[in-house]
């Protein structure tokens, strides 16, 4: 092959490569240290009412925070079905979505709770391949995406535009799976997450084998390539950071349930069910802060 020849196809093939190497990096979650979160305190959790998940509800100013358990569900509810209630979120303009699923069916149920204090209900038909459990939702900074996940062992969370906020959604159409956020490591039985930024998770993960990052119970943090805002698929660097709190006067297997992160004062929550008769006594919902 003539010299002038074999220069163009070098200068072709390094176009090429930087092309593509540009993409990976693009597609690639930022790189950024991992958060410490420390813990700072506790409070008992109900086991009926406090029990599966929390939320921090900043409109209107002064809000309660919100909890849900088996004792929150109405009967309303649970006479059509709707008997299980997974870990809620909070929209920065106070609207309030609770996750709940049936034990057989084609579809889940996401409950809004306006500012005013009216609700409604949003069903979401299941895509192909999807797993009926509706265990958590987490409402994107901007309000306009809630992430959602499966129980079990996923590498996925589900993106929908968040009912009740995001313009396009309606009490009466189907609530539509939008995109997909694909993580680069394994999770399972992820109970709750929680926006810190645009761009990072934090989670909890009922984990009870501790093979996939070596900790059972582990807080993890998930780190997107790009704000989930339903437009395209987005990746996740999954980093477990530490073992959830697990301590009590009963021995046996502990749960870890639904997290909050309170952006008015920076406080993380996670509650942690006790095993056995203690789940009455000293469940608790445990406060960390960033150190």
């Known amino acids: 092959m003539p010299l002038r020849a ?4 070098r200068a072709v093939l390094t176009a090429a490569l930087a092309l593509a190497t540009a993409a990976v990096l693009s597609a690639a979650p930022p790189a950024s240290a991992a ?13 009926l009412t406090e029990s599966q998940g929390l939320a921090s509800v900043e409109v209107p100013a002064g809000s309660p925070n919100r909890y849900t358990g088996i004792g ?9 079905g709707w008997n299980h209630v997974g870990d809620p979120d909070a929209s920065a303009n106070g609207y309030y979505v609770e996750p709940y699923q049936a034990d057989s069916g084609t579809a ?3 409950r809004v709770q306006a500012p005013g204090g009216a609700w409604s209900e949003y069903t979401h038909t299941l895509s192909s391949g999807e797993a009926l459990n509706n265990s958590w939702v987490a409402i994107s900074p901007d309000g306009q ?7 079990g062992t996923m590498s996925r969370f589900l993106v929908f535009p968040t009912p009740g906020v995001n313009a396009a959604t309606s009490p009466s159409a189907n609530l539509p799976q939008v995109s997909t956020v694909v993580l680069d490591h394994a999770v399972r039985d992820v109970q709750g997450c929680d926006f810190v930024t645009a761009t990072r998770l934090l989670c909890s993960s009922d984990d009870p084998a501790g093979t996939l990052f070596g900790v059972t119970k582990p807080l993890l943090q998930v780190d997107l390539s790009a704000p989930a805002n339903g437009t395209s698929d987005v ?3 999954v980093t ?5 709190p697990l301590r009590s006067s009963c021995s046996g297997t502990f749960e870890a349930e639904g997290i909050d992160y309170d952006r008015r004062d920076g406080t993380l ?23």
Do not use: N
């Open 145 to 151: 995406g809630m992430l959602s996940g499966e129980y």
């Open 6 to 9: 074999r220069q163009r196809r």
């Open 269 to 291: 929550r996670v509650i942690v069910v006790s095993p056995g008769f203690c789940v009455l006594t000293d469940s608790k919902t445990y406060r960390f802060t960033k150190s």
């Open 108 to 110: 889940k149920m996401f």
């Open 235 to 237: 990746t996740g660097h």
């Open 240 to 244: 477990a950071l530490r073992q959830l």
């Open 72 to 80: 929150t569900i109405p009967v309303s509810l649970s006479s059509r």
């Open 35 to 47: 958060d410490t979160w420390t813990e700072v305190g506790s409070d008992r959790a109900d086991p």
